[in-house]
């Protein structure tokens, strides 16, 4: 929730990539998040998030179930450029993380489409055989970046940076090599 403002501050571009956690996981061995996987790693991410989120002035509600299936809105986001893309990341992650509701849903995903003003075709958009290759490649391109989890921000020179608590490092390494 706070990528771009930090990212203005420090004149770095921040690129939106949408992609699937589901795969990513699956290549580990998991059937679901390390976070449900590892019980006492999962139940100090909790209380870590309620921290972060209290420190930064966000709200915080626990999704449930977690993780949610997302490939819905993974494609949407897709689907979407630009400023289009962030905007409807954030409405996304606000409802899942800040309100506790269900992401998973056509009409949860196109009222938020439809706050946004996006164009009524979007929808359908998402499920064409484009958007679809599209976040497979994404998909792909994460596992080669050795993307394992979420947030992860990647810079233009390969480096990778992982968790919320890194994105202040990411960018200053981005504005460094810029």
């Not at 626990?62 to 993780?67: A, K, L, S, W």
């Not at 400023?83 to 606000?94: N, T």
């Not at 998973?104 to 499920?127: H, K, N, Q, Y």
Request: glycine residues 8%.
């Amino acid at each position: 929730m706070r990528i771009e403002q930090w990212a203005r501050e420090r004149d770095v571009a921040v690129v939106w990539r949408p992609f699937l956690l589901g795969p990513i996981f699956a290549d580990q061995g998991w059937r679901t998040s390390p976070f449900n996987v590892y019980p006492a790693k999962g139940r100090y991410m909790w209380r870590d998030l309620e921290r972060i989120c209290e420190g930064q002035g966000l709200p915080f509600a626990r999704p449930d179930p977690f993780p949610q299936h997302s490939l819905l809105a993974a494609r949407v986001a897709t689907a979407l450029d630009g400023d289009a893309r962030s905007q409807f990341c954030y409405a996304v992650f606000a409802a899942e993380f800040g309100r506790g509701q269900s992401i998973d849903s056509e009409e949860f995903v196109s009222g938020i489409l439809r706050e946004m003003g996006a164009p009524a075709e979007t929808l359908a958009r998402a499920g064409s055989p484009e958007v679809k290759a599209a976040l497979r490649d994404s998909v792909t391109e994460a596992g080669a970046l050795s993307i394992f989890g979420a947030p992860s921000f990647t810079t233009a020179d390969g480096e990778l940076f992982w968790g919320f608590d890194r994105l202040a490092a990411a960018l200053d390494w981005a504005r460094a090599r810029a």
